[in-house]
């Protein structure tokens, strides 16, 4: 049997547990009120920072509002800022060149100069030409009669694409082609189209399609050349299937304008 001491110790022992685990259980509530707390303050603390960025963005407005700033805006008023440079750049270009016609009939030396610059404009593509070639066009797929798209077709395999106008150059520079011209403007080193979009962008100036390529050359080796290119052949493909718009035809007279865009030098040597 235990004895009164045995029995005192063994209470005061369990007293003691007791009283431990009711701190330890105080201490944990108070541990999870705090934590509770500091998480609530947090959030309030994370939701005001994205309000006041969400305000800051919108400039206090509606972000869904009809009238905001669309993409299709900004591309127009940035045409239209292009459209005015481009303005004035023609007028300085004319003024320069008078500037420069004056000063050569004055002096010998600079009307030399300004004469082997002529002869080489037209390699330079500066100069309009004609000539027998090929008029190559490429459209977007059209909606059929219930004004639905071919079936099975993703929105990618329905329009023109950056590739396959790039094809069409180059199964056309390898045709031997002496000058091309896409759209409205002569094809040079300084230029190249970029997919932007659904529309194309070339010497700073957006289109939408059709997209049309003049080429100068030999009628014959234009058309096998195209026939022969891997990017066209796979358009010509996707014409078939989904609709797409593909045509190349030859004629005796076309032609192809002169470059007028800014002529930026990065590698020169002398001519003899």
């Known amino acids: 049997m235990p004895t009164l001491v045995q029995y005192t110790l063994a ?3 369990h007293t003691g547990e007791h009283r431990t685990s009711a701190m330890t ?3 944990r509530a108070r541990l999870t009120d705090r934590v509770w707390q500091i998480m609530v303050v947090v959030v309030c603390v ?3 920072i994205l309000l006041a960025t969400t305000r800051q963005l919108s400039s206090g ?3 869904r509002r009809s009238d905001t700033t669309r993409i299709s805006d900004l591309v127009r008023s940035a045409q239209s800022s292009t459209d005015d440079a481009d303005t004035a750049r023609a007028d300085l270009t004319r003024r320069l060149e008078e500037l420069q016609s004056a000063a050569g009939a004055q002096d010998a030396e600079v009307g030399d100069a300004l004469a082997k610059s002529e002869a080489l404009s037209g390699a330079a593509g500066l100069n309009p030409e004609s000539g027998a ?3 190559v066009t490429l459209t977007d797929a059209p909606r059929g009669a219930d004004g639905r798209y071919a079936s099975g077709a ?3 395999d329905l329009v023109v694409h950056q ?3 790039q094809s069409v150059l180059n199964a056309l520079w390898t045709g031997g082609a002496s000058a091309i011209a896409m759209q409205d403007q002569r094809i040079v080193s300084e230029i190249a189209p970029r997919c932007i979009g659904n529309t194309l962008l070339l010497g700073g100036r957006t289109y939408s399609p059709p997209y049309v390529v003049t080429a100068l050359g030999d009628p014959a080796r234009l058309t096998a050349a195209l026939e022969n290119n891997r990017g066209v052949r796979v358009f010509q493909q996707y014409a078939l299937r989904y609709g797409l ?3 190349a035809t030859a004629a005796d007279d076309l032609t192809v304008p002169g470059y007028t865009g800014v002529v930026r030098t990065r590698y020169a040597q002398p001519v003899r």
Do not use: C, F, K, T
């Open 245 to 247: 718009g593909y045509d």
């Open 133 to 135: 070639g090929v008029v």
């Open 163 to 165: 590739q396959d106008v």
């Open 61 to 63: 407005d509606e972000i």
């Open 46 to 48: 994370v939701v005001g």
């Open 25 to 27: 259980d105080r201490r």
């Open 11 to 13: 209470q005061e022992i």
């Open 154 to 156: 993703a929105p990618n």
